[in-house]
Each structure stands twice: as C-alpha cells, then as structure tokens.
T-cell receptor, first 112, second 113 residues
C-alpha cells in the first residue's frame, strides 16, 4: 500500500521563477494539506484541500496557490520565487478522520 | 490564532533513561494534539496523538499527557534507545478541522549509547 508520494524530490530554481510541486495522497484519502518546513523549524501550514475545495489557507502571500484534482492529487504553485522560499515542502493526506495526517517525503526547493 | 511553544529545543539522554518534551498552546478551542518524529532527511511520522477527552495515552514506551486547564501537553519516552534519536514535533488543532494545524519548533533528541 503506497503512502503519500511527492515529486520532484529536489528542485533548484532562481529568483523570480515559478515552480509546481505535486502530491498524491494515500489511496482513499480525500484531504491534502501543504506545509512549508524551513530548516530547523516546524512545518508551517500553507493550504488544505478537501474534496477539491480549499478548506483553509495559512499566512502565506498570494504567490502561493494550489489545487486538487478529481483523483485527489494536488499541486502547489509558487510564483515569483524569493530566496526565502527555499525550504522543504511537505504534503500530508488524511482520510475520514480528517486529523490523522500522513506526510509525504517532501520536495526540497532551493532558490538561488 | 493558535500558538504552540515547545521545550527544550535540544535534549540529550543516556540510553535507557527517560526523555520528556513539553508543549504549550494558546487556543482553548484546540482539542487534538499529535506528536511527530522526524529522522534526518525523512518525513515526519505520527507516533502518538491525544484528544482532549482524555488526560493520558500510552503506546509501549511512549506516552502523552494533557493538562487542558494549563494548556500544556507532554511526550514521555521511557527506556530510550539510540534509534529514538530524531527531531520531535508537537502540534495542536481542532479535531475534524485540519485547516490550521500549528506545530512547535521541534526538539532534537539525542540518545547516547
């Protein structure tokens, strides 16, 4: 049984570029949440999607956007990248219980 | 909004000793408190969680206690082993509502053999 998967594993971009990160939840899970984890800190909530609708947004600028597809996979887009966007981006899925989240391996984004 | 503080930031213990990590939260509406373990370069993994209708939960060598009045909860690891070495994160949210789970800053636990 596959867990949460994310792609790509690593990504290097330059300032001003745009990036798209992808997440596939555990089979049967309908909720996907995105987190940003800066080195040495805990994950910070960015978005939650449930049944393809945005259920919550954290304190991030409009450069960050996301969507969820009919198969419940999700994409996180970040425009006009800044150096401070360098971080590990984690996706977490949850099922009926909503709260028990299972994390993917993350995408490490480096902005130069 | 919710604010979660976690202490200590680093903790070093001898193998076999106990380790305790403490978190406080600010929002009295929070009623779900999970703990995650993150090994170097790996994903956070849920190790135990507690809802506010109970004061303590145990799973083998791991236990979590919750004091709703004081708004703090703690992770207890007994008989520590070197493989317990990792960063541990506490979090708080409202059960049934994942859209604003707040994490503590993490505790780096080192278990010396």
């Amino acid at each position: 049984d596959a867990g949460v998967t994310q792609s790509p594993t690593h990504l290097i971009k330059t300032r001003g570029q745009q990036v798209t990160l992808r997440c596939s939840p555990i089979s049967g899970h309908k909720s996907v949440s995105w987190y940003q984890q800066v080195l040495g800190q805990g994950p910070q909530f960015i978005f939650q999607y449930y049944e393809k609708e945005e259920r919550g947004r954290g304190n991030f600028p409009d450069r960050f956007s996301a969507r969820q597809f009919p198969n419940y996979s999700s994409e996180l887009n970040v425009n006009a990248l800044l150096l401070g966007d360098s971080a590990l981006y984690l996706c977490a899925s949850s099922g009926q219980a909503h709260n028990e989240q299972f994390f993917g391996p993350g995408t490490r984004l480096t902005v130069l | 909004g919710e604010n979660v503080e976690q202490h200590p930031s680093t903790l070093s213990v001898q193998e076999g000793d106990s380790a305790v990590i403490k978190c406080t939260y600010s929002d009295s509406a929070s009623n779900y408190f999970p703990w995650y373990k993150q090994e170097l370069g790996k994903r956070p993994q849920l190790i135990i969680d507690i809802r506010s209708n109970v004061g303590e939960k145990k799973d083998q060598r791991i236990a979590v206690t919750l004091n709703k009045t004081a708004k703090h909860f703690s992770l207890h690891i007994t008989e520590t082993q070197p493989e317990d070495s990792a960063v541990y994160f506490c979090a708080a949210s409202i059960w049934g509502n994942n859209n604003d789970m707040r994490f503590g800053a993490g505790t780096r636990l080192t278990v010396k053999p």
